[in-house]
């Protein structure tokens, strides 16, 4: 009788496992990546016509953390391959989220939790990665360079000067080519060793986050306890990657630690997504001043699309704080950053791209605003940019 009990306990734990691996990632993507529900948008054949020229560059997508197959239009979350097809995105940075505390949000966090640990572990990966973040670094890395394997020759993974060329080129013939690159979001998957840097770069990475949530082994974040600048380990990363020819991501640093990464480095930075606490003012945006500062030394701010960047995160609203950028800043320093399946909620996904380019002209941005805007700031970044 009591082993009947022992078997029947047992097979409804196994039947939860079962059905919380199958069911639990969806639920949790479902309940994390919104897209507000909206009438199909209205884009007039003048806005079609240029977006279908665009070379379209977003700076930031977390679609590595979820279970589904990128390579398939999927209902849920805001990117997949065939969604980038539709919105006629060029190349679409990804990142990886290793570890997030519990509570998150944009005022102050501790490091001491992890919700990562749980969605790895309910999502199926590897067990390597359930205790080490430098592993979260790698298997996501992987499964984009899986990615682009399964969709050969459609998806080019971009590193060096010569797979821009060809990304260029091979976007002539088929509009359907896109681009992937691969950007860490925190360097604390380097886990305080520096050349960690040199095997991550080595398999593909080339935008370094420093900090996320929290403070880590580099500094302070946006959102931690500290609001310190660089550590000396900090410092060793950013001259590290200097010396690769990679490219530094202030978005969620500290502003201390922006004001030190851009007194040690030459290199221009990038922010991946964020907004501009003067026309947004809100805990997840940066100071006009520290923004101007970012805009001396060369870097590019790629606008976010939701509501702690962009307040009114509608099309027009988003349009409305990307021309607060170009008047703060400069035409030149400003692009896109989604931060799309970065458990945020949005207006469009990235299939419904267009209906940010008819958002521009509308309020009357120029085509060359536009073309700037929408990709060919970062095509100039990047062609100086990459390694040869
Ligand atoms: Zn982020």
């Known amino acids: 009788m009591i082993k009947k009990v022992l078997l029947g306990a ?26 507000d529900e909206h009438a199909p948008y209205a884009v007039s054949a003048e806005a079609q016509r240029l977006h279908d020229a665009l070379f379209i560059v977003d700076l930031h997508s977390d679609s590595l953390l979820w279970d589904r197959d990128l390579g398939e239009q999927s209902s849920r ?31 102050s966090n501790e490091a001491g939790t992890d919700t990562i640990t749980p969605l790895a572990i309910v999502s199926g990966w590897p067990s390597s990665t359930w205790g080490s973040l430098f592993a979260r670094a790698q298997y996501q890395l992987d499964k984009l360079l899986e990615l682009v394997d399964d969709n050969q020759p459609q998806l080019i993974f971009i590193r060096r000067k010569a797979d821009l060329e060809a990304l260029l080129a091979a976007r002539q013939s088929d509009r359907a080519v896109v681009g992937a690159m691969y950007l860490i979001e925190g360097a604390h998957p380097l886990e305080g060793d520096v050349d960690k840097l040199d095997t991550l770069q080595a398999q593909g990475l080339q935008f370094v986050g420093l900090t996320h949530f ?20 900090g410092r060793s990363v950013v001259e590290r990657a200097d010396q690769l020819n990679m490219t530094i ?14 007194a040690l480095t030459s290199r221009p930075v990038i922010l991946s997504h964020g907004g501009f606490k003067g026309h947004c003012d809100s805990a997840r945006n940066l100071d006009d001043e520290l ?29 409305k704080s990307i021309r607060y950028g170009i008047e703060l800043m400069g035409l030149e320093h400003i692009a896109l950053g ?41 095509l100039r970044f990047l062609r100086e940019q990459l390694p040869d």
């Open 10 to 35: 047992l097979a409804l734990l196994i039947t939860l496992a079962v059905l919380g691996r199958v069911l639990l990632p969806g639920l949790l993507e479902n309940a994390m990546n919104v897209v």
């Open 77 to 107: 979350g805001q990117v997949d391959l065939p969604r980038l097809r539709q919105g006629n995105v060029a190349i679409q940075v990804f990142s990886a989220t290793t570890k997030s505390p519990s509570g998150q949000n944009y005022d």
């Open 214 to 233: 929290f403070d880590n082994e580099l500094g302070g974040s946006l959102h931690g306890i500290s609001g310190e600048g660089l550590t000396a380990f």
């Open 249 to 262: 991501d202030i978005a969620h640093a500290s502003p201390q630690m922006v004001r030190d990464v851009l």
């Open 291 to 319: 923004m101007l500062q970012v805009a001396d030394a060369g870097g590019i701010i790629g606008v976010g699309y939701w509501d702690a960047t962009a307040c009114d995160y509608s099309p027009a609203g988003i349009a």
């Open 338 to 378: 989604s931060d799309y399946d970065g458990a945020v909620t949005t207006s469009l996904d990235t299939s419904e791209l267009a209906a940010l380019t008819q958002a521009m002209l509308d309020e009357d941005f120029t085509e060359a605003e536009i073309r700037a805007v929408m990709g060919g700031n970062m």
